[in-house]
């Protein structure tokens, strides 16, 4: 792994913040002699200058101090000794006390003392000198590597790929593609083996990997330490760094010996392209954990960065810093699609689903901001809104003959947090609207996800009056076990399979053994996504309760509820 220290010899000795001092020395040879050079001018012209203004006698050759500590701060213990030797003997013996008419010569002793005195003034600070480099070394060595593994880190990463994005020569003029890349390995159960073995195990474990990776490629071949049991690796050989991930998965199976322990590592591995067009080497590092988490959520060994993915991304970065705003600014509105009852057509209540009409990219359908709240604590504040105004509609449509109350979409992690819970309580005391008339969704993944904090949370929403739902079902993998104990009132059954009821005679007996199991059970059943006549009235037949789709009413605004509520014949038939 000798390239490893190649690579942090590149960075060890580059102008940052740490490592840049004008007090260092010159680096090449030309620079040490102009630098001595001018040294030794300077101390000649202080020599001369006590000359003229009157020989040693008077305040002039303090002045020596100068040039000797600037060796000292230059060249150490050597620089300021040799200077203050030179420097002392220069206004030694030869050195009269006083110039003019009175010439006097100076004692042995004066020129003595001070000959010592410029050395030890010189050596000491050289010493001073030498110490504070050593130690700002050491930080700049400590600023770019890890303590543990010794490896460099992720600012030396950063340095690294930043050399590599610089365009070939000094006159290049556009940059060409770099043919490097960066690939980031984390060990997923790193956390597990140092919590099991100790922070020593995982620092050796890591040791192993690397010297592991170097039978990839001694040559073109980078380490890097990013923390967390996370590495990271430069490689200029696309084929050969192809070849390894694709053999990775199988040399897994072989364990890593630590400490005589054998211990199977379970890694995963995202990939970018070294492009000296990105916007600097951080985003290169962050096109590579993308791929990273992409490999991870489609539960592969490795994944490599896409464009596609970062522009996605990016959006979504930007969807969900302004959606805070777009809840307070009430960009979010609310559309209702009707449910009917099969058998009698009449309207059985209506899903409230969320929109939000965006000051620059239009309206958003939720598909597309959902997800993205549900992956941080914007969900809660999200449902509150959603909730309170489903509660305020339908308080104004009391009366418009809209049966059966309104829906709301819960998501999984609104069930883990009791103070939504208690808000929702609260929107609803604060409101005419009886509990009863509210129904709340539920998907069956977000049940069957923490099935025991479900069954509580749904169990307290449930003494408040509030009927709940399983939504998409049929997509999770509810146990039957726990079906029958589940605190909820109905069966939402998913789309996929009533848009296949018609033609699929095999998924047609799954949604009638749903439906039967569903009454046996004691819930009511509701299919969503009727596209026609012909599968609402095969739904009927098959004892399906109620009914949701284009076939009876796209969503709609709050409005145009009551209107459809109201149309002619609305009573008669769906
Ligand atoms: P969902 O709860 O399964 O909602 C049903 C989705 O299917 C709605 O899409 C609806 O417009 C659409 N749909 C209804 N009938 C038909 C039909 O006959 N054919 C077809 N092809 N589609 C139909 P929408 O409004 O885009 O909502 C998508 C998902 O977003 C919802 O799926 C729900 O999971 C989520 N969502 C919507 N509003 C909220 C909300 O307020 N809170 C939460 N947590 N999730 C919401
Ligand atoms: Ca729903
Ligand atoms: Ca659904």
Redo the contacts with the bound molecule.
């Keep these: 792994m000798g390239d490893g220290n190649s690579a942090l010899d590149d960075f060890s000795d580059r102008g940052d913040a740490l490592s840049g001092h004008w007090l260092n020395p010159p680096a090449s040879l030309r620079g040490k002699v102009i630098a001595a050079a001018l040294l030794l001018t300077a101390s000649l012209l202080t020599v001369g200058a006590v000359y003229a203004t009157g020989g040693t006698r008077y305040g002039f050759p303090h002045v020596c101090y100068l040039p000797i500590l600037l060796a000292a701060s230059l060249f150490g213990v050597t620089g300021g000794l040799s200077l203050g030797l030179l420097a002392g003997l220069l206004l030694g013996p030869w050195a009269p006390s006083e110039v003019g008419q009175h010439f006097h010569a100076q004692t042995t002793l004066t020129w003595m003392v001070r000959l010592t005195a410029f050395t030890v003034v010189g050596g000491f600070a050289g010493m001073l000198m030498n110490s504070v480099r050593r130690q700002q070394k050491r930080l700049r060595w400590l600023a770019f590597h890890s303590v543990t593994t010794g490896l460099p880190t992720r600012p030396a990463l950063a340095q690294a790929i930043e050399a590599l994005m610089q365009p070939a020569g000094p006159t290049a003029t556009h940059k060409a593609p770099s043919d490097h890349t960066l690939l980031v390995i984390r060990i997923n159960n790193f956390d597990q083996i140092v919590n099991a073995l100790g922070v020593p195990v995982g620092d050796e474990l890591l040791q192993a990997l690397v010297s592991r990776l170097g039978e990839l490629d001694g040559q073109a071949l980078r380490v890097f330490d990013l923390g967390g049991g996370t590495l990271g690796l430069i490689h200029a050989d696309a084929r050969k760094w192809k070849a390894f991930v694709e053999e990775a998965p199988h040399k897994a199976a072989r364990p890593v010996v630590v400490a005589g322990i054998p211990i199977y590592v379970d890694a995963v591995v995202g990939s970018a392209d070294v492009d000296p067009l990105a916007r600097s080497p951080s985003a290169i590092i962050q096109r590579a954990s993308i791929a990273l988490a992409r490999a991870e959520r489609e539960q592969r060994f490795h994944a490599h960065y896409q464009d596609d993915a970062e522009a996605r991304s990016q959006r979504n970065v930007e969807l969900l810093a302004s959606l805070p705003q777009a809840i307070r600014q009430s960009e979010l509105f ?2 209702y ?1 009707p449910k009917v009852h099969l058998h009698s057509g009449q309207p059985a209540g209506a ?5 939000w009409r965006h000051p620059s990219l239009g309206v958003i ?3 597309d901001f ?1 997800p993205l709240a ?1 992956g941080s604590a914007l ?1 809660h504040p ?2 509150r809104f ?1 909730f309170a105004q489903a509660v305020t509609d339908l308080a104004a449509l009391r009366g418009s003959g809209l049966e059966g109350g309104i829906a ?4 999984a992690r ?1 069930l883990a947090d009791p103070a939504l819970l208690h808000n929702l309580f609260e929107i609803l005391d604060a409101s005419p609207v009886p509990a009863d008339r509210i129904e709340l ?1 539920v ?1 069956e993944s977000a049940i069957m996800n923490r099935p025991k904090q479900a069954v509580a949370a749904l169990t307290a929403l449930r003494a408040r009056g509030i009927r709940i739902s399983i ?2 079902f049929g997509t999770g993998y509810t146990s039957l076990q726990y079906l029958a104990d589940l605190p909820v009132d109905g069966i939402k059954i998913d ?1 996929v399979f009533i848009r296949r009821l018609l033609h699929d005679r095999r998924n047609r007996e799954i949604v009638q053994a749903v439906i039967d199991l569903a009454k046996k059970l004691g819930f009511f059943t509701i299919a ?4 026609d006549e012909a599968t609402a009235t095969a739904l009927a037949e098959m004892g399906c309760d109620m009914g ?4 009876f009413a ?2 709609m605004p709050a409005c145009d509820l009551s209107a459809w509520l109201r149309r002619p014949g609305a009573r008669a038939s769906a």
């Design positions: 609310l559309e699609q899903e409230a689903l969320v929109r359908p939720p598909g959902i549900e969900i999200l449902t959603v709301v979409n819960l998501s609104n969704e998907t939504d998409d789309q969503e996504g009727i596209e949701q789709g284009y076939h796209r969503p």
